[in-house]
């Protein structure tokens, strides 16, 4: 199929167009976390607990954030009941930057193959 240049200078336009769009709403990353946040019960493991002794489900919920570091080691740092909302919110503009960064290379692959062709 034929394109005009005025067609691809369109199109070119239209993309880059779409690529400002994206970075616009582009979050604050200076809150971003990376990392897992789970939950998990604990056994304090003294002979009386009554959390802890048999059918008992122990302390808890603790929270953790997981975080892989290099060489796959992974960092467990436990995360106060108060902080937790912090963090959920950290983890959640984390994702939303990386996903926007992803929408924003696909574009910049478009706008090269349009490139190309002019």
Known sequence: MYLSYNTM???????????????EQMPD?????????MSR???????????C???GKGHGPIW?????????RVRQITVPQHLKPEVEEGLKRFAAIQSL???????N??????????
């Open 9 to 23: 200078k369109d199109r070119t336009a239209q993309l880059i167009e779409k690529r400002k769009h994206l970075a």
């Open 29 to 37: 990353p200076s809150s971003a976390l990376t990392g897992s946040l």
């Open 41 to 51: 019960m604990v056994r304090c493991n003294k002979p009386n607990c009554r959390r």
């Open 53 to 55: 002794q048999k059918g």
């Open 64 to 72: 953790i954030l997981s975080v892989r570091e290099s060489q796959g």
């Open 101 to 107: 960064l992803r929408q924003i290379g696909e574009v």
């Open 109 to 118: 692959q478009q706008l090269l193959e349009e490139r190309k062709r002019s």
